[in-house]
């Protein structure tokens, strides 16, 4: 039998909305990309085998490693970064800013492998230092990664999905002087934009604030 005091903590516990995937969630949109957010963009450039350019903005996108540094992204279906990626190992993360913004959504557009989305959106492909795929010259920093893996994820069932987790570790980095202030990276200045829920939704980065980890 519960006591006074745990009836008066579940009562101030907010109601909420419970739904399980499996069975849908009976919402005008599914709110799974809008809870997990903002997310930063993977805008993943890469290069066939043939030399055909490829620049693709990536909703899943993700940094797991420091040391050495590891990035990913996961593309839902085998999409042309990912076949680029397969045939040679290389590929370019190139950070989206609001400058960027428009130019960034043009590459999104659903246009043939034979399109190159640096034309298409007007940015200037810079040929990479340590990888031969190019970088956004236009972005305010861009990370050169060889690929370590290609990962077909599955469901609790075991069965495989359409989403194709590629994992790279960063071979090298490009920062433009102007976003670095004694040394250090301006994240602010740099206006980074991430996707942040349904649609169209995107966010920017407005006021930062700093908090350390406790040393006891």
Known sequence: MSSESEV???????????????????????????????????????????????????????????????????????????????ETREFVWNLATRPLAEQMNRTSAPVGPDVDEFELAGLTPVAGHNVSVPRVGEAP???????????????????????????????????????LKNGLFDTHAAQPIMRAGYLGDYAQIGGIFQMFRPTI
């Open 8 to 86: 008066e903590a579940i009562d101030s516990v907010p109601a909420v909305e419970f739904y399980d995937p499996a069975a849908g969630h009976g919402l005008p949109h599914d709110p799974f990309k809008a809870i997990v957010a903002p997310r930063l963009i993977g805008w993943i450039s890469t290069r066939s085998a043939s030399g055909q350019l490829n620049l693709a903005p990536y909703s899943f996108f993700g940094a797991f490693a420091s040391f050495p540094p590891i990035i990913g992204f996961c593309s839902e279906g085998r999409k042309d970064s990912l076949r680029n990626i397969e």
């Open 141 to 179: 920093a861009a990370l050169e990664c060889r690929l370590l893996q290609i990962t077909q994820l599955r469901d609790l069932g075991g069965g495989p999905t359409d989403n194709w987790l590629a994992l790279g570790q960063v071979v090298g980095v490009h920062i433009q002087k102007a976003y």
